[in-house]
């Protein structure tokens, strides 16, 4: 069974550009979250999805969103790039709203 | 608010040697507890997880207890090797759906 699966791998921008990254939960899994992993700071809540849903977001700008498709798989999209914005970015899914998450390998983007 | 705090690091341990990294919570309500394994190069994978105090959950020769009175998930191996070397991550998870992560633990075992 395929895990969760991210692309790109690695991303490169410049500040003010767009990035959108991408991720393919675990067959059978309708929630998907976002996570971004920068460094010195650990592991943040980005956003959560379930059912084409947002359903939770963490403290973030509005210029980070994103959306869920009917397939469940999921985009999130940074606008107006900034220096710091430079992170990995973990999907994760969950089969349902309450079970264990299941994380993919990353996107790591790097803003210039 | 909600919080994980955990034991920085890096740790650099000879194997076989015991290792313990230490985490501590603060949650409100009643938060399920995780450890959180990142190789190098890869994603997160679940170690072990324990959803009520007392309980203790055990993976791969590592093992935490949930500790309500102390508010504490200290993760704990008998005799480390080679191949654990890897980022560790305390993590709580409450009814929002939200994990909280610790900064995450890094392990180098030494042969």
């Known amino acids: 069974e395929a895990g969760v699966t991210q692309s790109p791998t690695h991303l490169i921008k410049t500040r003010g550009q767009q990035a959108t990254l991408r991720c393919s939960p675990i067959?059978?899994?309708?929630?998907v979250y976002w996570y971004q992993q920068a460094l010195g700071l650990g592991l943040q809540f980005l956003l959560w999805?379930?059912?084409?849903?947002?359903?939770n977001r963490g403290n973030f700008p509005p210029r980070f969103s994103g959306r869920q498709f009917p397939n469940y798989s999921s985009e999130l999209n940074v606008n107006a790039l900034e220096l710091e914005d430079s992170a990995l970015y973990l999907c994760?899914?969950?089969?349902?709203?309450?079970?264990?998450?299941?994380f993919g390998a990353g996107t790591r983007l790097s803003v210039l | 608010g909600n919080s994980v705090t955990q034991m920085e690091g890096p740790v650099t341990l000879s194997e076989e040697a015991f290792l313990t990294i230490n985490c501590t919570y603060t949650?409100?309500?009643?938060?399920?507890l995780f450890w959180y394994v990142q190789y190098p190069g890869e994603g997160l994978q679940l170690l072990l997880k324990?959803?009520?105090?007392?309980d203790k959950g055990s993976n791969k020769g590592f093992e935490a207890t949930y500790r309500k009175e102390t508010t504490s998930f200290h993760l704990e191996k008998g005799s480390v090797q080679v191949s654990d070397s890897a980022v560790y991550f305390c993590?709580?998870?409450?009814?929002?759906?939200?994990?909280?992560f610790g900064t995450g633990t890094s392990l180098t075992v030494i042969p």
């Open positions: 994760a899914s969950s089969q349902t709203r309450d079970s264990f998450q299941y």
């Open positions: 067959s059978g899994h309708t929630s």
């Open positions: 999805y379930d059912e084409g849903e947002e359903r």
């Open positions: 949650a409100t309500g009643y938060p399920s």
């Open positions: 324990a959803t009520k105090a007392d």
């Open positions: 993590a709580l998870f409450l009814r929002d759906n939200q994990f909280y």
